[in-house]
């Protein structure tokens, strides 16, 4: 091994990263080679250094206090809202017929809905929207740009897209918007706004006006919308146009949460 | 709505997750400009962590688990809160060879004469990315495979990120000594 190539590995030799063999390699070469020693003796010192100087500072009181403090409350609103969740309907007969209506209501819309059940051949845009969620919904904070508030979102949004997209609110839907991701779609910029429900990332794409092929996709009226359903890995696509963008909807959570977010989104606009 | 969790999770994530504290702290500190980003940047890492304990699979470590997070919020708050700092302005140390040799070695002595605080600072403004791995690397003793876990790149941008922040630091260290502290900050 020549001084440049030793020079090359010093750091990972140094970080303990290499190989047996290369580390070997280095070994042999260290023994013979007074420069390269000191060369590598200096970098130990230099971290040495480093780290003594930068010294460890306890964490102040305060600042585990609030922490302890914080995660306590939130456990007792966890409490609380598992009582009211659990024992809050009982008490109500006609929330609980509600509630079975709902669901019922809901799985027939969701039916209605549903991919066809011929499995028919994969659209390209759809495997590319499913994959896109895939990659970021098991993120720990799948945003780039984390915030909850929609304008702020839209602005950040159209600034790195440059696309108008409507950022809508689907909390009165229980979903809560994270933030904003820049990505491409179909070739475009497209924008990906980040929502959770629950333990679901539920991912919003929108992008120029799609032109390409929607074979694969399920066609369905809804409240005179036209929307264009499919499901792929398990997930679940609603892709709709709006103005001159398209908007999707991914999410792995049932149809008749996506179907709750789209009619909050139409009555929004 | 958060996960569902009893007295038996807040506990676990107590053992867990908060005997990580003083670490997180004080990598919160390296990352951050002052005590009370650091503070900030320390509370959201460990809220998110408890709000996404229920991810966290028990057996594996939960130290780089946290650095994961720290990382995660670190990145977005340098990309609200900085339009006009680049994140990628490591690129301004693109041109530093990987591999070339160093003079024989003066930074030692270098670190010796300035204080604590003036390597502090050297570190803190350090590009974001480069920062990131000097600190995890050689404060922090993270191995190159948990750094790439933890930012979520190859190891050979870990490897190159970090041989650039090295160098970055010697070069800032170098200009503190000579008496031109302020003038890479302001730069």
Known sequence: ?269 | MGPDRGDRGRKEFEETALVHMQRIYNAALRLTRNKSEAEDLFQETFLRAYRFFHQFRQGTDCRAWLFAILHNCFVNRVRQTAAAVDFDEERIYRQAEFGTVLPQNPEVHLVRRLAGEEIQRAIAVLPPKLRVVVVLADLEGCSYREIAEICQCPIGTVMSRLYRGRQALRDTLRDYAKGEGSSKENG
């Not at chain 1, 990263?17 to 070469?29: K, P, Q, Y």
Request: proline share 5%.
């Open chain 1, 1 to 269: 091994m020549t001084c440049p190539e030793v020079a090359r590995f010093r750091h990972a030799y140094c970080d303990g990263e290499l190989d047996a063999s290369t580390m070997l390699e280095v070994e042999g070469h260290l023994q013979a080679c007074p420069a390269c020693r000191r060369a590598v003796e200096a970098e130990h010192a230099f971290r040495e250094e480093l780290r003594r100087a930068v010294s460890q500072e306890p964490v102040p009181p305060h600042v585990t206090e609030k922490l302890r403090a914080t995660i306590a409350e939130l456990h007792e609103g966890e409490k609380r809202s598992a009582r009211t969740s659990t024992w809050g309907w009982r008490a109500s007969w006609l929330a609980l017929a509600a509630s079975v209506l709902l669901i019922f209501l809901g799985g027939l819309l969701g039916y209605l809905i549903a991919a066809p059940r011929l499995q028919p051949a994969l659209n390209p845009l759809v495997a590319q929207l499913v994959m896109e969620h895939m990659k970021f919904a098991p993120l720990e904070n799948p945003a780039e740009l984390s915030s909850g508030n929609l304008q702020q979102v839209a602005v950040w949004v159209q600034g790195r897209t440059g696309h108008r997209v409507q950022v809508p609110d689907y909390s009165p839907a229980g979903i809560r918007l994270l933030g904003g991701r820049v990505t491409r779609v179909a070739g475009h910029r497209a924008a990906y706004i980040v929502y959770e429900k629950g333990r679901n990332i539920i991912s919003l794409f929108a992008f120029p006006r799609y032109g390409g092929s929607l074979d694969g996709l399920k066609e369905v009226e809804q409240s005179g919308m036209v929307f264009h359903t499919a499901a792929y890995q398990g997930k679940h696509i609603l892709l709709w146009d709006s103005g001159d963008m398209t908007y999707a909807l991914v999410s792995d959570i049932g149809w008749e949460q996506l179907v709750d977010c789209v009619l909050v989104f139409s009555r929004s606009t």
